[in-house]
Nanobody, 121 residues
Framework: VQLQASGGGLVQTGGFLGLFCAAS????????VGWFRQAPGKEREFVGR????????SYADSVKGRFTISRRNAENTAYLQMHSLKPEDTAVYYC???????????????WGQGTLVTVSS
């Protein structure tokens, strides 16, 4: 499966931004989707994930209650809605696909190219 993340941009502290992850190729609904982010000088970290059917999600503590992941398998798309953004949310955001239900980036076989989110203070 090929993935492409989009929707990044510049937003003020406290603002909202929605990211998209468009998939093509193999059956999108066969994969769990994870969102990760990488800030400058830091390792790529887990943000959240959604199950194949969309029935289950989980989030990193740092974004819980502010970020929401959803998906529409019929449209081969996953979404990351980010509310109440903080400067520390600034990073390149990646979507990834896996047959494993995992928070570990090593379990994800397919990655999009990333989209930059910048939160100004």
């Amino acid at each position: 499966v090929q993935l492409q993340a989009s929707g990044g941009g510049l937003v003020q502290t406290g603002g909202f931004l929605g990211l998209f992850c468009a998939a093509s190729g193999r059956t999108f609904s066969s994969y769990h989707v994870g969102w990760f982010r990488q800030a400058p000088g830091k390792e790529r970290e887990f943000v959240g994930r959604i199950s194949q059917s969309g029935g289950a999600t989980s989030y990193a503590d740092s974004v819980k209650g502010r970020f929401t992941i959803s998906r529409r398998n019929a449209e081969n798309t996953a979404y990351l809605q980010m509310h109440s953004l903080k400067p520390e949310d600034t990073a390149v955001y990646y979507c990834a696909a896996s047959t494993w239900w995992s928070e570990e980036r090593g379990r994800y076989n397919y990655w999009g190219q990333g989209t930059l989110v910048t939160v100004s203070s």
